[in-house]
Each structure stands twice: as structure tokens, then as C-alpha cells.
């Protein structure tokens, strides 16, 4: 069964997110390289481009297959979730 947030929930998620993580840079230079990049999906580009300028070393998404070309490790939510659980106990 699908949930439907309102709009409400879904600014209360999001800000209880940012509380804890900060949001990467999106710039010029990201836009560019996303742009240059064999990524099909522009989206997913800005994003990769965006964790790389930012060292990150981990990209959360429900599309792992489209990071197939990431030098950065890619986990679905659940496998990072599962991840930090195990880290915690």
C-alpha cells in the first residue's frame, strides 16, 4: 500500500533531513560536467557530479542502476539503513 504524504509531512521530512545532513552544491562547473557526462538521465548526473565535488562517499537512491558508472559507492535506502543499524548496534 502506497503513502501519500501532504504537503506539510513532506516539509516536516524534509526538514528533519537537513537537520542532520547538508544538501550538496549544485554550481556552473556541476551543471557542465552533467551535461558532458555519458549519464542518461541529467538528474542523476547532477547528482553524481554534485556528491563528487563534495567528497561524499556514499549516493542514496531508489535507481542504483543508474549509477552503474559511479565511482562512489550507491545504496538503496533500505541497504543504507541497514547499514547504519548495523553500525549502531
Do not use: G, W
Not at 1 to 6: I, K, L, P, R, S
Not at 24 to 38: C, E
Amino acid at each position: 500500500m502506497e503513502h501519500h504524504y501532504t504537503s506539510e509531512e513532506i516539509f516536516e521530512k524534509i526538514d528533519d533531513f537537513i537537520s542532520i545532513c547538508t544538501p550538496a552544491t549544485v554550481d556552473i562547473n556541476i551543471a557542465k560536467a552533467a551535461l558532458s557526462s555519458s549519464f542518461k538521465d541529467f538528474e542523476d548526473a547532477l547528482q553524481y557530479y554534485s556528491a563528487l565535488s563534495e567528497n561524499c562517499d556514499t549516493i542514496i537512491t531508489r535507481n542504483k542502476k543508474d549509477f552503474a558508472q559511479s565511482t562512489i559507492q550507491v545504496l538503496e535506502p533500505q541497504e543504507f539503513l541497514d547499514m547504519i543499524n548495523t553500525v549502531l548496534k
